[in-house]
């Protein structure tokens, strides 16, 4: 079976600072990989090079068996133009920390959005859809309001439903819940566990150790750019191996 | 932006169950003789100004009369078509020269530097003049597909529309280019992420967001066009300015037609400025929570208000 992510010696440079410096790792089909580690390691800027958000400077990253970025003809590397990186981006849904859900567009036209102008669909289809999964996320009744009338719990959710409206094979998640109110944490991981149960691949930056404790199938600890330890979640935070993860979980246990 | 959404509002204008009832306050306010004497002062202004008009050399009778004389109302058409086609060359340039001087490519943000430099850099009666008289320099224009003489090309209302477009554009392309820097790099990123292009993200999401940067500054611009039109005269264009000038040169109503003139000009103005205000209120749906009344629901609220209290009385 070809992993969902698969991604070997990745590194990536903005100018002369080096941030990830050579990331080797997989992600099964269905399984759900939570990343974690200290602000500054390079969580978010791997999230961003998987959907090509970043061009890496070396090593190769594969998503679903296809190269990000690129096409290989032999041994050459042809850079992708602009409507193909577009293309593979389809498939992967990506959720942001700040939601970023666009403001001028209801709730439900978020959704709608990228159906309509990406695939081309209908827009009776695309509305039945985001109908669907906004009701799926529990904002059913909240359609027709815009994101500045939505607590942020609920924007993450519509972000949600956004990507999800994509029917993407490969979630992305960058720290969902860490802009919002602690009592609106629990919606916004309730959905993403049910998104788990329903079989998506998901890799999940973090610091909900109680998520990745109990819905993870696999966790990486990162730190200045390389991955330290990975393993099962319950064994990486019940029995760290590494003085840099100890030290790590000792300050956000 | 979004932080301040955050916090999702409470029922804040219901008072907490527990609050005590409290009296208002009765205090005497506070008395503004500084207002009182400089409204006196200015108000003496104004009359002497207006005996000084009534007595000058103004046949004040004419300017009624002139109001809608024939060829004012087809200067006047004239005068608000040239400035609204100038205005759409603007826009479009602006747009067009805002996302190349944003480009990566320093081809293309050099040519877009260039153009807004010259265009913003030179009076704008000057480039009207250079294009009415282009044909001292191209007699001939030869677009392959296209030939003529360039004194037959260069009508007065294309020297117009090219000298105030152009112009304009320039100046489009910093109001548009401040529009785009102002959305979250954020919307542009989560719109990639779902698989819109580039083209796609600027329509659908950047620049619908930038209008609310952009719109203000731009119903001033159209403002100063309808009004910077007059410069016009310089190529022939039979304008509102041209056709008063006209009246007044046969009629020795020199002032009169001036006041005709400005009497619509300010009409102009004053209506287009109207019509501002929906735009901007269009375009902040979704930034405010809620969109301030527009005048008519305002005039409503007041009789409604006024009505109510005729009622207690
Ligand atoms: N566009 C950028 N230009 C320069 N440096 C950046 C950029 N984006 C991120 N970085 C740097 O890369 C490092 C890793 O950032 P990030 O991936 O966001 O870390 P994390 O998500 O783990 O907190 C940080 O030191 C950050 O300053
Ligand atoms: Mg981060």
């Known amino acids: ?253 | 932006m979004t932080d301040k959404l955050d916090k999702a509002s409470g029922p804040a204008d219901t008072p907490p169950a527990g609050s005590t009832p409290h009296e208002p306050i009765r205090a005497i306010p506070v008395r503004h003789y500084g207002r009182w004497i400089s409204a006196v002062v200015i108000l003496a202004l104004v009359v002497a100004l207006g005996y000084a008009f009534s007595q000058g050399n103004v046949r004040w009778a004419t300017v009624p009369e002139k109001l809608f004389d024939g060829s004012i109302i087809k200067g006047l058409f004239n005068t608000i078509w040239i400035s609204v086609a100038s205005m759409a060359v603007g826009l479009v340039l602006g747009v067009v020269f805002a996302v190349m001087r944003l480009s990566k490519n320093p081809v293309t943000s050099t040519i877009a530097w260039f153009y807004i430099w010259l265009f913003r850099g030179t009076p704008v009666y000057v480039q009207l003049l250079i294009w009415f008289n282009l044909a001292l320099i191209f007699p001939v224009l030869n677009l392959g597909f296209y030939k003529d003489e360039m004194t037959q090309v260069m009508t007065p209302f294309l020297a117009a529309l090219l000298g105030l477009g152009l112009n304009e554009g320039a100046y489009m392309a910093e109001i548009v280019r401040a529009g785009i820097q102002s959305v979250d790099e954020g919307q542009t990123e989560a719109s990639h992420a779902l698989g819109m292009t580039q083209t796609q993200t600027m329509r659908r999401v950047v620049l619908p967001q930038a209008m609310r940067v952009i719109v203000p500054p731009t119903g001033n611009e159209f403002i100063n066009m309808l009004k910077t039109s007059s410069l016009v005269v310089a190529v022939q264009y039979y304008d509102l300015l041209r056709a008063a000038q006209d009246i007044a040169s046969t009629s020795f109503a020199v002032m009169e037609m001036f006041f005709v003139a400005s009497i619509w000009y300010l009409a102009l103005t004053s209506v287009f400025s109207v019509g501002q205000y929906y735009l901007e209120r269009y375009y902040a749906r979704g930034a405010l929570r809620t969109l301030p009344p527009t005048p008519w629901q305002k005039v409503k609220a007041n009789l409604s208000r006024f009505s109510n209290r005729k009622a207690v009385a």
């Open chain 1, 1 to 253: 079976m070809t992993a969902m992510v698969k991604a070997e010696g990745v590194h990536k440079s903005y100018g002369a600072a080096h941030i990830l410096k050579g990331i080797d790792l997989e992600v099964a089909p269905r399984e759900v990989f939570c990343l974690i580690g200290p602000s500054g390691s390079g969580k978010s800027t791997f999230l961003r090079c998987i959907n090509h958000l970043e061009k890496i400077n070396g090593g190769k990253l594969y998503v679903d068996g296809d190269l990000v970025g690129y096409r290989q003809k032999g041994d050459k590397l042809y850079e992708l133009k602009d409507s193909e990186v577009a293309a593979q981006r389809r498939d992967i849904g990506m959720v942001f920390q700040r939601f970023n859900l666009f403001p001028h567009m209801t709730a439900i036209e978020n959704v709608m959005e990228a159906p309509v102008m990406v695939k081309g669909e209908s827009k009776a289809v695309a509305r039945e859809r985001a109908i669907r999964l906004l009701d799926r996320v529990g904002l059913g009744d909240k359609g027709n309001n815009y994101p500045s009338m939505l607590s942020g719990g609920q924007q993450q959710r519509v972000a949600i439903a956004r990507a999800l409206a994509m029917e993407p094979k490969l979630m992305l998640f960058d720290e969902p819940t860490s802009a919002l109110d602690p009592e609106l944490v629990g919606d916004v991981l309730d959905v993403m566990r049910d998104l788990a149960e329903s079989g998506m691949t998901m890799i999940v930056v973090t610091h909900e150790m109680g998520f990745a404790r109990e819905v993870g199938d696999n966790l990486v600890f990162m730190d200045g750019g390389v991955v330290v330890e990975s393993g099962h979640p319950r064994e990486v935070l019940g029995n760290p191996q590494h003085d840099r993860t100890k030290a790590f979980l000792s300050k956000v246990l």
